[in-house]
């Protein structure tokens, strides 16, 4: 479900900064998501009767005041990854975002098992390959790569 939310939205994306390619960059786009994004959740944590989260969340805030300036700074790095992140979305495209994006996650998963010497089973390290070998892939036999 996620990788098919996550491919219309990338499709979409892409063909809204061709169509309005005057009208709309990136930081447009990183506002209307977020504050679209931002509007549902809103309103699901304020109006959804069985969920109490977000007056858990204010209660650790009261509890944990030092927490706060952790959060605020973690929402910092947030925006400053999303604003490469649409940058590379309207320059470059969602083939080449989702190619950086999962390539990252890969080095970053690969780094974590050497460092704490994690180990994977076979299934494990076949996936491992399947995503070096799509991402190998991808930079041979796409010519606008």
């Known amino acids: 479900m996620n990788l098919t939310i996550d491919g219309l939205t990338n499709a979409t994306q892409d063909q809204i900064f061709t169509k309005y390619k005057h009208l709309v960059g990136s930081q447009h786009m990183m506002f209307y998501m977020n504050s679209l994004s931002s509007i549902l959740s809103g309103l699901y944590l304020i109006l959804y ?7 858990q969340a204010f ?3 009261q509890q ?3 927490v706060i300036r952790d959060v605020l700074l973690f929402g910092l790095c947030g925006a400053i990854g999303q604003c490469f992140i649409f940058h590379t979305l309207q320059r470059y495209g969602s083939l080449h975002l989702v190619t950086i994006t999962v390539t990252r996650k890969l080095f ?3 780094l974590s098992i050497f460092w704490f010497n994690h180990a994977l089973n076979l299934g494990q390290w076949v996936g491992v390959g399947l995503v070096f070998t799509g991402t190998q892939q991808t930079y041979t036999h796409h010519d606008n790569f």
């Open 49 to 55: 009767p069985f969920n109490d989260e977000l007056q």
């Open 59 to 61: 209660l650790f805030f």
């Open 64 to 66: 944990h005041p030092a």
């Open 108 to 110: 970053t998963m690969l």
